[in-house]
């Protein structure tokens, strides 16, 4: 007898229709898949087949986006570093990050907001975690969990600094921020770009330093990008797709310690908070004050917590635009330096004066190359500066914050591989070490 032959149960699917006004990973990549589903017709089995293939593919489609898109980012070309400039046509930097999840990666911990226990966080605070990983420079990694527990990624390293319970996203971050405006940021904010057409790869947050000049058109900022979390002076908002990012600032931020102007601090912390072998909060502090009063030139990288030569030198120039001299104006701030930097009182620092020219050729031709040795890491003299001071007026003295001076320092290579780039030169012609072709066309 043959055995009647039994229809195969068929599975069915209740397809889940996605929030048309919703911008989280899941449902973009859900519209995205049903706009290349074909329509079903079919019946019977036919349509139950259709459904099971639809179902496939918004299934790989939120798999591609929510679960890492590791097969495609690995097939993608790297992307170009950031130019200067803020233009939309630069390729973001490739910072994909993960979903939301707790410490160490442990999904059954995860959650979209911070515990009701996470306690309040100061500005300070804030600034100092994220340079905690600048210092030990975390590698990025969007599956990777640091020490500390949480995602090496951007929204990971701002969910570090802002002690959240877990490892947020940059579409989940707003959930415990309030927006806030340009003209209100201030050290520990964030800035947040969200790209709904990739919402994991294509999204972005950095935190906010500082305004490293007077007109507000360049900041400090902290940011998890590869290889390792940085600490760089950039443009505002970023080096591209700069006019979608948006301000955010953390709901559970400390008020104490912050004044009307800004300052995360106003009670001067004593004098023994400041100078050699100081490494803290306030030192960060006090250098962004002193570049908002135009100490700018004096940082190269920008304020930070380890006390510097930068900050000595840039406290003295305040000191000294006061009128104040000899033991006032010795590089270390005391309560009056303060006070003035806090309440924004007394003059600010004068911009630098621009070399001299530089002496007349009586024979009217280019002075004789000195030589390569004369040159480069170690090299301390008269013609180091005489290269310096050519480069600043030949409009390429953007990397110094101090000088030109005769000991060789990476600003001088700078300053040079920005003029050989000028001239068309690349690779080994443009080292930012002179030669004689260099020195000719400079003084030439």
Known sequence: MTPTHQPTALLEFDEVEPDEDCICGGCSARRRARLHAAPVHEGGHAAARSVRRRAAVLMAAVGTVLGGGAAGASGAAAAPAPTPGG?????????????????????????????????????AQIIERAQRWVDQKVPYGMGRYWSDGYRQDCSGFVSMAW???????????????????????????????????????????????????????????????APSTTRRDTPYAYWNNSASYVPYRYKALS??????????????????????????????????????????????????????????????????????????????????????????KGRNIAAASPPPPPPVDPGGGVPAFPGRDRFGPGASNDDVRRLG??????GFGRSYTQGPGPRWTESDRRAVQAFQEAQGWRGAE???????????????
Do not use: C
């Not at 995860?110 to 009701?116: E, N, Q, V």
């Not at 947040?192 to 400090?220: E, M």
């Not at 001071?389 to 030949?394: D, F, G, I, M, N």
């Open 87 to 123: 233009s939309s046509a630069t390729q973001p930097p490739k910072t994909p990050q993960g979903e939301v999840s707790g410490l160490y990666g442990d999904r059954a911990r995860g959650f979209a907001a911070p515990r009701a226990a996470t306690p309040p966080v100061t500005r």
């Open 163 to 225: 002690g959240l319970g877990s490892s947020q996203t940059t579409w989940t971050l707003p959930d415990v921020a309030e927006r806030i405006t340009r003209a209100e940021l201030q050290p520990g904010d964030v800035l947040i770009y969200n790209n709904p057409g990739n919402p994991q790869a294509g999204s972005h947050v950095t935190i906010f330093g500082g305004w490293t000049d007077a007109a507000h058109t360049r900041y400090l900022a902290y940011e998890q990008t």
């Open 255 to 344: 008020g104490g310690g912050t004044s009307s102007d800004g300052s995360t601090a106003t009670a001067f912390p004593g004098a023994d908070k400041f100078g050699p072998g100081a490494d803290n909060a306030h030192v960060t502090e006090l250098g962004r004050m002193l570049v908002q009063r135009g100490g700018g030139r004096f940082y190269s990288q920008g304020p930070g917590p380890r006390w510097g030569e930068a900050d000595r030198k840039a406290t003295e120039a305040f000191q000294l635009a006061q009128g104040w001299r000899g033991a006032e104006a010795d590089g270390i701030p005391g309560k009056d330096t303060w006070d003035y930097l806090v309440h924004n």
């Open 389 to 394: 001071e050519q480069l600043v007026r030949k």
């Open 430 to 444: 443009a080292d930012g070490h002179p030669g004689p072709d260099t020195w000719r066309r400079l003084f030439g």
